[in-house]
């Protein structure tokens, strides 16, 4: 079996991770047989910008359409404004492909520290479930009189009931299969308008799942949470902007966000879905081979799981652990390891050689 997968490096550290992940998800698919991913690189990129004046060619999305997954690195530099970069490419794919679900899964592995006291590994272990179409990042709104004393500013915030019951119905089906508890990212004191209306809908979802508990928490008393009680969290459900935020904060928790994997996933299996490390392009390390691999391996993961391969995904999971756990790392985790030297741990790992 042969999966098409579109890979698009981007800038900055995004290569040099992308790189180290491919390498180990090969070694994962060979040592169970049977399987194989085949690679189709796309250069769009803020280099690809300064050349074409613009992210991706014009019949990029409808390129894409014809691949069954899309892994990403991290696109973004200084000389591109960044809602330039982000508006160009990820978010034209995170929405033409419907993948209104961005899945942000984090765990304290053994090897990793967290920088709160008292916790150890195992303690940490939680999935924070994003909406990813639509809500705080719409780009609906103006600017006008500008420069100007009278200048008035307006970005509206946009909840549609299709795409907040999809995401909350989302979560509750994963909170089943997990804790069976669920926590609502909410700010309906401040936000009257939109935050009502997605606690109204999280109410009326949670009567379909009377064997789910749930709590919603200002999002403001919810990140306190994060650092005071992470180990009470399990499935985290929150808009756009309050995902975004948690997961930094949730990667911050288990040592840093060159750790936190996610899938921009559509459940229907309509489109492709993409996978990606949450964070950037590293600019401040770029070149230097030292970026932590760790998302964007544990991303290749929840692509394989996402194919159909939830052998090859705990396999390579398992193997990450046990480097990390053996010390190799990276020196955001205080080690000295290369890059490319975590790659080879893992592989050697998934292939049962060390
Ligand atoms: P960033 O995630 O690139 O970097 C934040 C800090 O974390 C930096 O100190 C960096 O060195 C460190 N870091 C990030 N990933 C690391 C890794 N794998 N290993 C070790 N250290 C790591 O976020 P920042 O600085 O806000 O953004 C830089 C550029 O990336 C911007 O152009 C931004 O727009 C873009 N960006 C792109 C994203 C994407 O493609 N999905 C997501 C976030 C930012
Ligand atoms: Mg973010």
Redesign the pocket.
């Known amino acids: 079996m042969i999966h098409e997968v579109a890979v698009i490096p981007?800038d900055g550290?995004g290569p040099e991770?992308v790189e180290a992940a491919l390498g180990v998800l090969d070694a994962a698919a060979e040592a169970h047989g049977g399987v194989r991913f085949r690679y189709t690189h796309f250069p769009w990129s803020c280099r690809y910008y300064a050349e074409h004046g613009r992210m991706m060619p014009e019949e990029g999305l409808q390129t894409l359409s014809g691949f069954e997954s899309i892994f990403l690195g991290?696109?973004?530099?200084p000389g591109v404004p960044?809602h330039v970069?982000?508006w160009g490419l990820?978010l034209p794919i995170r929405r033409r492909f419907e993948q209104y679900i961005n899945y942000r899964p984090l765990r304290l592995l053994r090897g990793l520290r967290s920088p709160l006291k008292g916790i150890e590994p195992g303690d940490i272990d939680l999935v924070i479930v994003r909406e990813n179409n639509e809500g705080e990042y719409s780009n609906m709104g103006g600017r006008i009189y500008e420069g100007t004393p009278r200048e008035i500013v307006i970005q509206n915030t946009v909840f549609t009931r299709t795409g907040t019951e999809r995401v909350v119905r989302f979560a509750f089906e994963l909170a089943r299969r997990r804790s069976r508890r669920l926590v609502s990212a909410t700010k309906s004191n401040g936000i009257n308008f939109t935050m009502p209306f997605w606690d109204q809908v999280v109410g009326e979802i949670a009567r379909e799942y009377p064997d789910v508990t749930v709590s919603s928490y200002h999002i403001d008393a919810l990140a306190a949470y994060f650092v005071l009680r992470p180990k009470t969290l399990d499935v985290v459900v929150g808009s756009n902007l309050f995902g975004d935020i948690l997961s930094d904060l949730a990667a911050a928790i288990v040592g840093g966000?060159?750790l936190a994997p996610s899938a921009n996933l559509n459940p229907e299996r309509k489109y492709p879905s993409m996978f990606?490390?949450v964070?950037?392009?590293?600019?401040?390390?770029a070149g230097k081979g030292i970026?932590?691999p760790t998302?964007a391996i544990w991303s290749a993961a929840l692509m394989a799981e996402h194919l159909g391969h939830p052998d090859i995904a705990s396999a390579i999971v398992q193997a990450l652990e046990d480097t990390l756990a053996a010390g190799i790392v990276?020196p955001?985790q205080g080690g000295s390891a290369k890059t490319a030297d975590v790659a080879a741990a893992v592989k050697a790992r998934v292939r049962g050689r060390s």
């Open positions: 981007g550290i991770v991290a696109v973004g530099w960044d970069s982000l990820l966000i060159g990606e490390p964070h950037g392009s590293a600019p401040d390390i970026a932590n998302a990276t955001d």
